[in-house]
T-cell receptor
């Protein structure tokens, strides 16, 4: 089955802790994205990558970091510097001249 | 500044009662307008892409239309399973080829 897999579905973070959200795709798409979704708000772009070993900051990158060492993987780390990390995190992938396709998200909460 | 505004925020309909959702956008130039459906606790599911004014796309009970300033998602004779949040997004001419801007969505609820 082709698609985007995000894990875990639920994640809890303690104070001062970094946590990493996984995103894997088998669509062979070059571009991948991380969004944050808060209740009543649209999706806000955190980071995106158009090719392996390259990525750019989105609109709300502070307190987050990413890597893109493989085409199929784009993990997001929520660092302790992110003071309000509770949100629903969505990963997407996009092929050339195609719409973005999304995984089923990770819900991050603070303990 | 590029912007996408969706209205209403929430809409409750009776089964079979047709209506429309609105997506207004202000961008320097449109490279594409996208509609997605999002169920609770899930990622958005792609529905349609529209590129130019006058274009229409249909899928089952949904029809998306586009003008130079807005898009409508028409839902005809909806069923309870059409209940979801519908998201609109645009890709602007002067943005990175990869960046799109999302509206905050319309929560649609269909009562049996």
């Amino acid at each position: 089955d082709g698609g985007i897999t995000q894990s875990p579905k639920y994640l809890f973070r303690k104070e001062g802790q970094n946590v990493t959200l996984s995103c894997e795709q088998n669509l062979n798409h070059d571009a991948m994205y991380w969004y944050r979704q808060d209740p009543g708000q649209g999706l806000r772009l955190i980071y995106y990558s158009q090719i392996v070993n390259d990525f750019q900051k989105g609109d709300i990158a502070e307190g987050y970091s990413v890597s893109r060492e493989k085409k199929e993987s784009f993990p997001l780390t929520v660092t302790s510097a992110q003071k309000n990390p509770t949100a629903f995190y969505l990963c997407a992938a996009q092929g050339i001249n195609q719409p973005q396709h999304f995984g089923d998200g990770t819900r991050l909460s603070i303990l | 500044e590029d912007q996408v505004t969706q209205s209403p925020e929430a809409l409750r309909l009776q089964e079979g009662e047709s209506s429309s959702l609105n997506c207004s956008y202000t961008v320097s130039g449109l490279r594409g307008l996208f509609w997605y459906r999002q169920d609770p606790g899930k990622g958005p599911e792609f529905l349609f892409t529209l590129y130019s004014a006058g274009e229409e796309k249909e899928k089952e009970r949904l029809k998306a239309t586009l003008t130079k300033k807005e898009s409508f998602l028409h839902i005809t004779a909806p069923k309870p399973e059409d209940s979801a949040t519908y998201l609109c997004a645009v890709r602007a001419l002067d943005s990175s080829a990869s960046k799109i801007i999302f509206g905050s969505g319309t929560r649609l609820s269909i009562r049996p």
